[in-house]
Each structure stands twice: as C-alpha cells, then as structure tokens.
C-alpha cells in the first residue's frame, strides 16, 4: 500500500507507446478503481511524438506486425480491423507481407479508440520531469508543474528528443537552416516549397520512406544520398530475441558488456523492410528518384539561388539542393538528459560501462524506481523500444503492482 505522504500509486514519466501502454495496463489490473496513476509528459496528448515523427516520414505501414499494438489483448488489432468487413478482406485491406504487418491509418485509429475507451487522456498531467529524490518508501518528482509524490515511478523515456545530426550538418542546426531533421518536433515536411530538389540523407527504412513520399506527390525532385547500399531487413532487430529463442543465452551473459555487444549484433539498423524496398525500387527505374551511394563529409550555402551545395569525403561535389532532409536516427546515449544524469549522479544508481541502467529482472533500478523503453535494454535486449519490448516490460511491472 502507499504512504500517506504519497499523492500517487504510480507515476510514469514519458507518454509515448510505453508509457501510455503501461498506464492501461495499471488501470485495467482488477480491482484498480482505487489506484492513482499518472502520466506525466511534456507534451499535449498521448503518442504525440510518436504520431508527429510517423506522419512525417509518410509511413504507410508498420513494421511490426499485427499482434503488436496498444491494447491488451494480442489480436485485438486484427478484430478490429475485421469489425466490417469478411476475415479475408480484412487482411488483403489492412495488412501486409506474411507477418500481417498493419496499415498505419488502421493502427492509429486504434490507438485513438484505445486511449479514448479507456480514458487515458484523463490520467495525463502535462509538464516535463526535472528532478527526483526519494521520499520515504516512495519517491518526490520535481516538474514544471510543482512537486508530485509517487510510491512507485516508471521512466518510460525514448530517444525522440535525441535526433542524430552528422558532424558535418551541425553548423546549420538552427532555425531557418535549408537543412531540417525529419524528426525535428517543430519540422513539417509539407512546408517545403514545390519543385525543390530535395536530398534525403540516410539509409534506412524512414529515409526511404520520406523518398517514397516526396515521389509520390509529384511536387519535388528527391534524391536518396546513403553511404552504403540499400539492404532489406523484415524487422529492425532479430525476431528470435522476442522469445527464449535467443533470450536465453542473453539473460546467461551477466557481464553487462557482452549483453551490449549481443543487442549491437542482434539490430539491423539502416535497413528497409522488403516492400518498402521493393516500391522505392519502382521509382527509382520509373526515374522517378535518384538514388547515389555518397559518404558527405561538407555542405556549405551558395547564393542566387540560395541552395545547400554537398560535397563527398573526396571533395567532389555531389550537387546543389534546395532543401536537405536528414533521416539519420537518434543518438545512441542514454534518454533523458540531465534529469537523469542528475539522478544517477545524486541516487548513485547503478549503471552499466555504456552508461544505461543496470536493473532487475523486474526492471526496478532502485527501490521503487523502475524503468522500460531504451533504458531498459540490458536487461530486455534488443526489442527494448520496439512495442513488443513495451508490451514485455509491462508483465513485468504490473506483476509488481
């Protein structure tokens, strides 16, 4: 039971797919009437981010497949999208490939039924984490907002506020820049103006998926620049570390460098799923996009018209364009910042060489204290921030309920 001094049950710091799932998960439990839980994120609806970077890249279909979503249970996706229509139909409409990968369109409608059926939009408190210290039992979050007491506290932080920007794109990280990252929170890919010609940076399956859009709007000239060729993957990670396949031999290794060497093998990323793959190949013999193999080393502005001129590692120019898009993923360091630093700093938690967190199998880090997402990978492995990793990391919290 909480202490009286805490104003809460739990409190979950992050509101993405992670945490939004858990937060279901804890008011669903029976006899959750009573549970106080709380979400706290700084933005202003649940999976904003999420449905900000997707929309983005123009997505069409997930990568995951059917059985992993935000409900509960595993194919109450597929029900759903069967709901009007026959089985058949159903899955030649809303799904993809042999692992019935979703439809974008139908997984957000979902998660929209999802969160408003069970209120969830109710239970989230907006404002960011800026401290935590313990309080009795429990624990004390400084935010925004004030301070809020807790018995329990998830950290449920992704990478989103952490996008990857190359070395030689840093001098033009700022406002107004001709070259934007296609996970920018404030970056909308609709505001670039018709007929440029568009440089799309990167390899993987959201470089690819943004080139994909700009061609198929007819309004721009986009060309993919990735410094090695394009290489299909079903999934971003090996699918055996779903299960005790190779989970197995992960949770034998307790040297914490060896599990961070299995989950660096175990993920593929700047890899394209087999369809995405197979569209961009259509466009680019329909010439409706150019794809070149470049390893940038510069870019500098040129006026009249002004435009972003990129050159190689051999100093050749590579072209002018008028807009460059950055697909290049997230920086790899821990989530969070210095609200985490600072609590791994003052709490003394525990931590791994690479600087996550070393944890139980419960996924507490220190009494109370419980984490999930990329902060949770040393233990989870390679699927940590994928939504099966959310759906796994949530059995074990709630069993701690």
Not at 29 to 47: E, M, Q
Not at 212 to 222: M, N, V
């Amino acid at each position: 039971m909480p202490t009286k001094s805490s104003e809460l049950d739990w409190m979950i710091i992050g509101g993405g797919v992670h945490g939004t799932h858990l937060s279901l998960r804890l008011t669903s439990l029976p006899g959750s009437g009573g549970r106080k839980v709380r979400v706290l994120d700084p933005h202003p609806a649940a999976l904003w981010t999420w449905n900000h970077c997707t929309r983005n890249t123009g997505m069409r279909f997930l990568r995951s497949p059917v059985v992993h979503h935000l409900g509960l249970d595993p194919m109450e996706l597929r029900r759903f999208a069967g709901r009007k229509l026959r089985k058949r139909q159903a899955t030649r409409k809303y799904f993809q490939g042999w692992y019935l990968k979703p439809q974008y369109d139908l997984f957000q409608r979902h998660c929209r039924k999802v969160i408003k059926e069970n209120n969830l939009s109710d239970i989230r408190l907006q404002g960011r984490a800026l401290g935590l210290r313990p309080n009795g039992c429990g624990w004390r979050v400084e935010t925004e907002r004030g301070t809020i007491t807790s018995e329990r506290v998830v950290l449920a932080l992704g990478l989103s506020e952490q996008p990857r920007w190359p070395e030689w794109a840093h001098p033009f990280r700022h406002e107004g820049s001709l070259i934007r990252h296609i996970f920018d929170p404030v970056y909308q890919i609709q505001d670039i103006p018709t007929g440029s010609r568009v440089a799309i940076i990167g390899g993987g399956i959201t470089a690819a998926q943004v080139t994909i859009r700009l061609a198929k709007s007819g309004k721009y000239e986009p060309v993919l620049l990735s410094r090695r060729p394009l290489t299909c993957r079903e999934f971003d990670s090996d699918p055996c570390y779903i299960g005790d396949k190779c989970m197995r031999n992960f949770r034998r290794q307790r040297c914490p460098g060896k599990r961070r060497e299995l989950i660096r093998h175990a993920r593929y990323p700047g890899s394209l799923t087999p369809e995405v793959h197979a569209e961009l190949k259509f466009l680019l013999r329909d010439e409706r996009v150019r794809h070149r193999q470049e390893n940038i080393s510069r870019a500098g502005y040129q006026e009249n018209p002004l435009q972003v001129e990129l050159w190689n590692a051999y100093r050749e120019s590579i072209g002018s364009f008028d807009h460059v898009i950055l697909c290049t993923g997230f920086e790899q360091g821990i989530p969070g910042g210095v609200f985490i630093q600072d609590a791994i700093r003052d709490r003394e938690l525990p931590t791994a060489p690479c600087g996550y967190p070393m944890v139980k199998p419960s996924l507490e880090w220190t009494r109370n204290l419980f984490v999930m997402g990329p902060l949770a990978e040393l233990e989870m492995g390679p699927t940590a921030r994928n939504i099966t990793g959310a759906r796994q990391a949530c059995e074990r919290i709630v069993s701690q309920a």
